[in-house]
């Protein structure tokens, strides 16, 4: 009996050659999508956890029940002091690093 090799590939691997390399906009659409969806799954269990409806949570905020439903579901683009306001309604801690890459020239003087 012939066996099969297996053979293992790393994530990178499979996301390259699934959705293209690093850096092509296909990537960059995938991975800030699935940022997008991170956070609105981040935020829909805390809101679960706390006991709050979609209604409620909005009231704190001062948005609609549907603006809710959108952010945990990313439906569409929200603005980020609303992801904000959110995590302050919740009472969550948030930490944000921003780091760039000093080798990319932006093309502005120094």
Do not use: Y
Not at 25 to 51: A, C, S
């Amino acid at each position: 009996m012939k066996k099969n090799k297996m053979t293992l590939h790393t994530l990178e691997e499979i996301t390259d050659k699934h959705i293209g390399k690093s850096g092509t906009p296909k990537r960059e659409k995938f991975e800030f999508d699935l940022k997008m969806d991170l956070i609105g799954e981040m935020i829909k269990r805390t809101r679960v956890e706390k006991k709050l409806t979609q209604e409620q949570l909005g009231e704190l905020i001062g948005v609609k029940k549907a603006q809710i439903s959108k952010i945990e579901n990313n439906i569409k683009d929200v603005r980020f002091s609303t992801i904000l306001k959110v995590f302050d309604a919740m009472k969550a801690k948030v930490n944000l690093t921003v780091e760039f890459d000093k080798s990319i020239n932006l093309g502005v003087a120094q």
